[in-house]
């Protein structure tokens, strides 16, 4: 069946500290992934996508992503975290073998201390 | 705001009842969803409708039952819920469904509260 992992539920950085989430996901062949960040007390919203292309991602405020097929990776990447970031954030994967259904990861509650 | 819109926020109902989720898109999507978010779970999609045509229910228990009467709104029907029913239950929707790269956006959701 298919999965997303998010190896970490509960991080917890000062600000200025470089953020990684690991996100690993378990299909072949052709895969679209997302991250979402949810900000307290708000709707989940898109941080950056990959289709295709460059596997190195730019989102918004500062995230990127990295696409590493042999490890069916996309981490999560800020290198200088500020208290707003303060947020669960999931990764999620569309795939072709799976309908093109998009299946989300258990998220990862991120909380940044001023 | 985020070009869908539920309601109503917030819900507590006893397990006798029966209540009604509603969603509405202003995107001009065709696809919706209904996806349920329970602490420390992953995000659990229960229901999707492309063109108002119900494509995927995944096996979700007969007491919830959705309604799609046009590609803008989308209901979730509740009765005889149980307390391990309460969580927060998150509409979406995309331009289209079986798409290479859709991208979903999210309602704001409805926490649900089964006592």
């Known amino acids: 069946a298919q999965s997303v992992s998010q190896h970490n539920h509960h991080v917890i950085l000062s600000e200025a500290a470089s953020l990684e989430l690991g996100c690993n996901y378990s299909?072949?062949?052709?895969?679209?992934l997302f991250w979402y960040v949810q900000y307290p007390g708000q709707h989940l919203q898109l941080l950056l996508k990959y289709f295709s292309g460059d596997p190195l991602v730019k989102g918004i405020k500062g995230f990127e992503a990295e696409f590493i097929k042999s490890k069916f990776s996309f981490n999560l990447r800020k290198p200088s975290v500020q208290w707003s970031d303060t947020a669960e954030y999931f990764c999620?994967?569309?795939?072709?073998?799976?309908?093109?259904?998009?299946?989300f990861g258990a998220g990862t509650r991120l909380f940044v201390k001023a | 705001e985020t070009g869908v819109t539920q309601t109503p926020r917030h819900l507590v109902m006893g397990m006798t009842n029966k209540k009604s989720l509603k969603c509405e898109q202003h995107?001009?999507?065709?696809?919706m969803y209904w996806y349920k978010q329970s602490a420390k779970k992953p995000l659990e999609l229960m229901f999707v409708y492309n063109f108002k045509e119900q494509t995927e229910n995944n096996s979700v228990p007969s007491r919830f039952s959705p309604e799609c009467p046009n590609s803008s709104h989308l209901f979730l029907h509740l009765h005889t819920l149980q307390p391990e029913d309460s969580a927060l239950y998150l509409c979406?929707?995309?331009?289209?469904?079986?798409?290479?790269?859709?991208?979903?956006?999210f309602g704001e959701g409805s926490w649900l509260t089964v006592v």
């Open positions: 995107l001009g999507h065709n696809a």
């Open positions: 999620a994967v569309n795939a072709g073998t799976g309908g093109f259904k998009t299946i």
């Open positions: 979406a929707s995309s331009q289209y469904l079986g798409t290479s790269g859709n991208t979903i956006y």
């Open positions: 299909y072949g062949g052709t895969v679209n």
